[in-house]
């Protein structure tokens, strides 16, 4: 059933990016077109140069996308932007829900939610990102904290155009550290049974993406577990040749 899902790689650039990134940007469109038998690709820069990017990728393989929005559409919420602003600047997607945006603002369930209904109404594709810390790990929770963040985070609704699912060990972000397979297929068989349980025969078609010091070396073992339908990327995606490498190894 998941052999047909088209993998997805996801480039999160956090905090990183000037305008003079614009050229690793051109080298991952330039790289992008021969990549397109393989996987969907897709960059999030900061907001700063969603708009800019997007105008360059127009028409390229690659899309762009944003790491967070408000939840309302607009008003009075000084130095937010709203799923209709970012659609407008270009972008197809927003990552919402990444553990550091949980750890560094408070966001909650139910906030999650509220964001990717936010993407939804602007028509973009909500990436929402759940996993646990290192701590609730050692504690034998992992599956626990991930049905509770499903739970609450994914709006009614959902199908394999506007959700992406993003599994990301918060232990395992920018690390260097990773599961083993063998953990990786445990949860993400989780979340395909949470997914088709709620969603039916549209959950079995939601791409779950592996998330934690994603690299061009361990990219091909990542891919080939069952239920891994791409990954979302950190540090490696700021460089061309390590993002189209590691869209390469799908
Ligand atoms: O948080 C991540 C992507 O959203 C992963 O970051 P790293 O690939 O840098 O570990």
């Known amino acids: 059933m ?20 614009l050229g690793e940007f051109e080298a991952m469109i330039a790289g992008a077109g021969a990549l397109a038998g393989k996987a969907d690709l897709l960059v999030c820069p900061p907001a700063t140069l969603i708009a800019g990017f997007a105008d360059k990728a127009l028409g390229s393989k690659l899309a762009v996308g944003a790491q967070d929005c408000h939840a309302r559409a607009s ?48 028509g973009l594709v909500a990436i929402v990102c759940i996993g646990e810390t290192q701590k609730q790990r050692d504690a034998g929770q992992t599956l626990d904290i991930c049905g509770r963040q499903l739970a609450g985070s994914l709006p009614d609704g959902a199908t394999a155009a506007n959700l992406v699912v993003a599994y990301e060990p918060v232990w395992a972000i920018g690390t260097g550290l990773t599961p083993t397979p063998k953990d990786v297929e445990q949860v993400h068989r989780f979340i395909r049974g949470v997914l088709t349980d709620r969603f039916k025969a549209e959950g079995g078609k939601i791409r779950i993406l592996y998330g934690g ?38």
């Open 2 to 21: 998941t052999e047909a899902i088209r993998p997805l790689i996801a480039g999160n650039w956090k905090m990183n990016g000037l305008k003079s990134a």
């Open 75 to 122: 008003g009075a919420h000084t130095g937010d932007l709203s799923a209709e602003m970012l659609a407008d600047a270009g972008a197809s997607a927003i990552i919402v829900g990444h553990s550091e945006r949980r750890a560094d603002h408070g966001e909650t369930d139910a906030i999650v939610r509220q964001k990717a209904e936010a993407a939804w109404r602007a």
């Open 213 to 250: 010091s994603v690299k061009p070396s361990n990219a091909a073992e990542l891919m080939a577990v069952t239920d891994v339908n791409g990954a979302l990327v950190g540090g490696a995606s700021l460089k061309a040749t390590d993002f189209l490498a590691i869209a390469e190894a799908c």
